[in-house]
């Protein structure tokens, strides 16, 4: 059976509505019912087509994943990694001709609009600030900065200053619970969350490859965000205090000198207290054995969901279905989250608004692990998480 959470429709047909009707609201299968109705449409907004660049295809490929080069409104003008045989591959993959050996020399192309940033995390801030003062919008893999509260001050300043568009590609916040949770929150279906829970496992036999090994030993929480967008990416809410806990690892790479960072624990579980004076529980694990899962729940004053759907005094609820992609647009990866993110950020230029995982919901989500992780390192001392949201 797989560890990832059932989605509505998933569910409804595994269970059976009667079935269904007995452990959640009988509102989830009436709104479950009505939508299978009639498949909702992609409205393109413009025929105009955003020039991007796309930086980094790894050994996972993960710059070509997220179908930048399957949008009508996106043609991929050039590419780059640093390796010569992931570069090619990658212009094989995003069909685009131009190449170039570098970020930092493809962000002088004046013909790129935009940049999906999809390098090494450690470079994460730096590369996105770079393509920032270059002119260029930008979508940055996660996390938005590693384990720097200091670049996440410079990354938000470069953002203001520019007044170009960021987002982060955070995958959980297109799950398809995590899109229905944040719809039924917003609609007043949940209230206000009394407690959440995010939590992001993957364990793993061997080491996950990575440019100059920044995997090796990294500090659990200072990967957060695939938990914690199930408070963050949720409520739009903020963290505003943590008290954490390690798991000290067994392997070597956890022991005294065993890795760059310092860092001894495996695995971190930590405890925030919420903007809306709730708590939320979220963690990264690496120690549970054959576990890889990216879920989360929520539990509210007027109702809760976890993977089963929603239980709440609601009786009407809205359309949960994610936003409809444009033909040719693959769901992709991480839950069907990757088209869902390329497509919301291409928008948000078309429609010069804020992209959904803007630079004040990706610090939110990215700081308040790197706290989590010196709270650790402190035996679950209670830190202040700092905010970086614009002034009021």
């Known amino acids: 059976m797989s560890n990832q959470p059932m989605d509505r429709r998933d569910f409804v047909r595994s269970m059976g509505a009667g079935s269904l009707g007995a452990l959640v609201s009988g509102a989830l299968v009436a709104n479950a019912a009505e939508s299978t109705k009639a498949e909702k449409k992609w409205q393109p907004v413009s025929d105009r087509k955003i020039r991007?660049?796309?930086?980094?295809?790894?050994?996972?490929?993960?710059?070509?994943?997220?179908?930048?080069?399957?949008?009508?409104?996106?043609?991929?003008?050039a590419v780059s990694d640093l390796f010569a045989d992931r570069r090619e591959a990658l212009a094989k993959a995003c069909r685009c001709a131009k190449t170039y050996e570098s970020l930092e020399v493809l962000v002088k192309d004046p013909t790129i609009e935009a940049v999906f940033v999809a390098t090494d995390a450690p470079s994460h801030a730096r590369h996105c600030m770079e393509a920032l003062n270059h002119g260029k919008h930008v979508?940055?893999?996660?996390?938005?900065?590693?384990?720097?509260?200091?670049d996440a001050a410079q990354l938000v300043e470069t953002v203001r200053k520019t007044g170009l568009k960021y987002m982060m590609a955070e995958t959980?916040?297109?799950?398809?619970?995590?899109?229905?949770?944040?719809?039924?929150?917003?609609?007043?279906?949940?209230g206000?969350?009394?407690?959440?829970?995010?939590?992001?496992?993957?364990?793993?036999?061997?080491?996950?490859?990575?440019?100059?090994?920044?995997r090796v030993g990294l500090p659990p929480l200072w990967?957060?965000?695939?938990?914690?967008?199930?408070?963050?990416?949720?409520?739009g809410k903020r963290f505003t205090s943590v008290s954490c806990q390690g798991f000290r690892g067994a392997a070597t790479k956890y022991q005294p000198g065993g890795n760059k960072y310092n860092n001894p624990f495996a695995d971190e579980i930590a405890l925030f207290q919420t903007s809306e004076g709730g708590a939320s529980r979220m963690l990264m694990a690496h120690s549970t054995q054959g576990l890889v899962?990216?879920?989360?729940?929520?539990?509210?004053?007027?109702?809760?969901?976890?993977?089963?759907?929603?239980?709440?005094?609601?009786?009407?609820?809205?359309?949960?279905?994610?936003?409809?992609?444009?033909?040719?647009?693959?769901?992709?990866?991480?839950?069907?989250?990757?088209?869902?993110?390329?497509?919301?950020?291409?928008?948000?230029?078309?429609?010069?608004?804020?992209?959904?995982?803007?630079?004040?919901?990706?610090?939110?989500?990215?700081?308040?692990?790197?706290?989590?992780?010196?709270?650790?390192?402190?035996?679950?001392?209670?830190?202040?998480?700092?905010?970086?949201?614009?002034?009021?």
């Open 52 to 77: 991007v660049g796309i930086v980094g295809y790894g050994v996972c490929r993960f710059g070509a994943q997220f179908g930048f080069q399957d949008h009508p409104n996106v043609q991929v003008v």
């Open 139 to 150: 979508m940055s893999a996660v996390p938005a900065v590693l384990g720097s509260i200091e």
């Open 172 to 190: 959980s916040y297109y799950r398809a619970d995590c899109h229905a949770m944040r719809t039924i929150y917003r609609a007043g279906g949940l």
């Open 192 to 214: 206000r969350i009394v407690y959440s829970e995010g939590e992001y496992y993957h364990h793993s036999t061997s080491q996950i490859g990575s440019y100059k090994d920044w």
């Open 223 to 235: 990967y957060p965000t695939h938990s914690t967008a199930y408070y963050v990416g949720v409520t």
């Open 293 to 392: 899962s990216e879920t989360g729940r929520v539990f509210g004053e007027r109702g809760w969901f976890d993977a089963t759907g929603y239980h709440g005094a609601e009786k009407k609820l809205p359309d949960t279905e994610r936003p409809p992609l444009p033909p040719g647009v693959a769901a992709g990866g991480h839950g069907g989250s990757h088209g869902q993110l390329t497509h919301e950020f291409i928008s948000a230029i078309l429609e010069n608004r804020q992209p959904a995982v803007s630079i004040y919901e990706a610090l939110a989500m990215t700081v308040s692990g790197i706290v989590a992780h010196q709270s650790a390192l402190k035996d679950g001392e209670s830190l202040k998480v700092p905010q970086f949201d614009p002034k009021a």
